[in-house]
Nanobody
Framework: VQLQASGGGLVQAGGSLRLSCAAS????????MGWFRQAPGKEREFVAH????????YYADSVKGRFTISRDNGKNTVYLQMNSLKPEDTAVYYC??????????????WGQGTLVTVSS
């Protein structure tokens, strides 16, 4: 599967952005999907995960209550709605896919990143 993330940009603190990740192929619904981010000078970190059917989601504590992951299997797309953004959310955001049910932190395919910058 190939993944294409989009929707990043510059936003003021307190604002919102919605990231999208479009997947190629006809078996999107067979992949668990995740979002990760990497801030300058830091390691990549887990943000959110959604199960194949969308019924199970997980979030990092740092984004819980502010970010929402969702998916539309008919459109082969996973989303990350980000509200109440903080400067510390500034990072390159990556989407990822896993082709078997396992840890929310372990993925097989990665998209290119999309940059989110939150100004104070």
């Amino acid at each position: 599967v190939q993944l294409q993330a989009s929707g990043g940009g510059l936003v003021q603190a307190g604002g919102s952005l919605r990231l999208s990740c479009a997947a190629s192929g006809r078996t999107f619904s067979s992949y668990g999907m995740g979002w990760f981010r990497q801030a300058p000078g830091k390691e990549r970190e887990f943000v959110a995960h959604i199960s194949r059917g969308g019924g199970v989601v997980y979030y990092a504590d740092s984004v819980k209550g502010r970010f929402t992951i969702s998916r539309d299997n008919g459109k082969n797309t996973v989303y990350l709605q980000m509200n109440s953004l903080k400067p510390e959310d500034t990072a390159v955001y990556y989407c990822a896919a896993q082709d078997s049910r396992r840890s929310r932190y372990d993925y097989d395919y990665w998209g290119q990143g999309t940059l989110v910058t939150v100004s104070s």
